[in-house]
């Protein structure tokens, strides 16, 4: 039968190795004064080192997989979906040339990003007021907002805001109400090999699952 590999196994040997040299020391002849207290620092150190290594296999031996609080949850374009007391929707991402005047390198385009977000309550309102926003393909390369191309976008949507709050003057900001819609803009600089694998990640800390992933609609193509 095949030995069983991996993370468990492997800090199980490591247990085992640890506790058979404590027991080799113990059980030992009496030796000079110096190594005796040479021995009892390595003693020391292996009985230190022993919740260490039962803690690791008690760890590795758990769940497979990433812990909930690690792992994301996609959501096709369009659908709306619960993350962090609040309902959250994409409504446009849209590759294209920037609105800003704004000096691109060649093979980059613009992605301007609008959804909604409802907060069940003023709690969750005040919760998700330091929401985050990225985009990021199947490789793993993200990107984070470009400022300067935010406000394009933010002409063109009634009533919205750059962020998970509302607006209360120029430069003023409030948590969103609860039961209220807010329309939120963003805008990013990416390559344009990698608009057709984004996907728009909303991030909420401490929330679980620890992101949303929100798919674009299927008609957004290489811009």
Request: charged residues 20%; hydrophobic residues 40%; contains cysteine.
């Amino acid at each position: 039968m095949a030995s069983r590999s991996g993370p468990t196994s492997v800090a199980a040997r490591g247990l085992s190795v640890v506790r058979r040299v404590v027991r080799r020391f113990v059980h030992s002849r009496p030796v000079g004064r110096r190594r005796s207290v040479v021995r009892a620092r390595y003693l020391l150190a292996l009985v230190l080192l022993l919740p260490l290594a039962a803690v690791t296999d008690a760890v590795a031996s758990g769940h497979p997989g990433e812990p909930e609080m690690r792992q994301g949850r996609t959501v096709p374009f369009g659908r709306t979906a619960e993350y962090a007391g609040a309902a959250w929707r994409l409504v446009t991402f849209a590759p294209s040339a920037p609105r800003h005047h704004l000096r691109v390198r060649t093979g980059w385009t613009a992605v301007y990003v609008a959804l909604t977000v409802t907060p069940r309550d003023d709690t969750a309102g005040r919760r998700i007021q330091t929401c985050a926003f990225s985009v990021a393909d199947g490789r793993g390369n993200t990107w984070y907002p470009t400022g300067v191309l935010v406000t394009d976008i933010r002409r063109q949507v009634e009533d919205s805001a750059t962020g998970c709050f509302r607006h209360t003057g120029r430069f003023l900001r409030q948590p969103i109400l609860g039961g209220q819609a807010q329309n939120v803009v963003t805008a990013f600089l990416v390559p344009k090999a990698s608009v057709r694998d984004l996907a728009l990640r909303v991030l909420v800390p401490d929330a679980a699952p620890a992101y949303l992933r929100l798919l674009p609609g299927t008609d957004v193509k290489r811009a």
